[in-house]
């Protein structure tokens, strides 16, 4: 008896993905929907090729013919979503350098060592006050100095990332929020690969695999054995 065919992954679907983000007509944004629409034909053509039931064939014959496109099929999902992954990378990574721009944290103010040795030279209560006013205020030239490692500036109550990042979005709004549509949508492909590999998996008859190739090598055994005879 076949396996039955598990339930179609819903994450498969792009709208999902498209639903959850503001910017969805960005490139890369369209380049994972695009990913996420071949995922969901990739399952559709295995589950309908699984589905066929040819009486000329056997179990072992469908369960090699179905492995055969199984590889197929999870060499090109593969592919797509490493593409798509790559480019979310670039795009995340130019987008974040682009929000620093534009709040100032690329500008060399010429300060920053010494900004940082006075902030380590401080009671952390008292690290903590100075950094909290330099926001408030929006100074740049100190947020700017707090881009470096924590040991070069000295233990703060917050993360000196999550300060940063801060100060960026409420300069950079519209590249913090694409930011944030990119790990939306590179969280929902990577959960999406998931389900997906996993059911494709689940399609296989390992078992008929394993018979039919025992059986495909002893008619070989025996076809070269022929051979031999004759």
């Keep these: 008896m076949r396996k039955r065919t598990p339930l179609r992954p819903p994450l498969l679907n792009p709208d999902i993905a498209r639903g959850n983000v503001t910017n969805p ?6 380049g994972v929907f695009s990913a996420l629409s071949s995922l969901s034909n990739l399952w559709d053509g295995l589950d309908a090729t699984r589905s066929v039931v040819d009486p000329l064939v056997t179990r072992e014959a469908a369960a090699l013919r179905y492995k055969e496109n199984f590889l197929k099929a999870t060499t090109l999902a593969t592919a797509a979503v490493r593409a798509s992954a790559s480019k979310i990378m ?26 940082r040795d006075v902030l380590r030279s401080m009671k952390q209560e008292d690290r903590d006050a100075a950094i909290t006013a330099a926001l408030s205020r929006g100074d740049h030239a100190v947020i700017a100095a707090l881009q470096a490692h924590e040991l070069l500036v000295g233990p703060t109550s917050r993360p000196l990332k999550s300060i940063i990042n801060q100060f960026v979005a409420e300069r950079a709004p519209e590249e913090m929020a694409k930011i944030e549509d990119l790990d939306t949508v590179e969280e929902h492909l990577t959960f999406a690969y998931q389900q997906f590999g996993k059911s494709i998996q689940d399609m296989r008859d390992l078992q008929a695999e394993r018979d039919g190739e025992t059986g495909n090598r002893a008619a070989k055994d025996a076809e070269a054995k022929l051979g031999l005879a004759l």
Aim: charge should be negative.
């Design 90 to 115: 670039e795009a995340r990574d130019r987008l974040r350098h682009e929000a620093k721009g534009k709040a100032g944290l690329l500008a060399d103010y010429g300060n920053s060592k010494e900004l």
């Design 25 to 30: 007509d960005m490139p890369e944004l369209v």
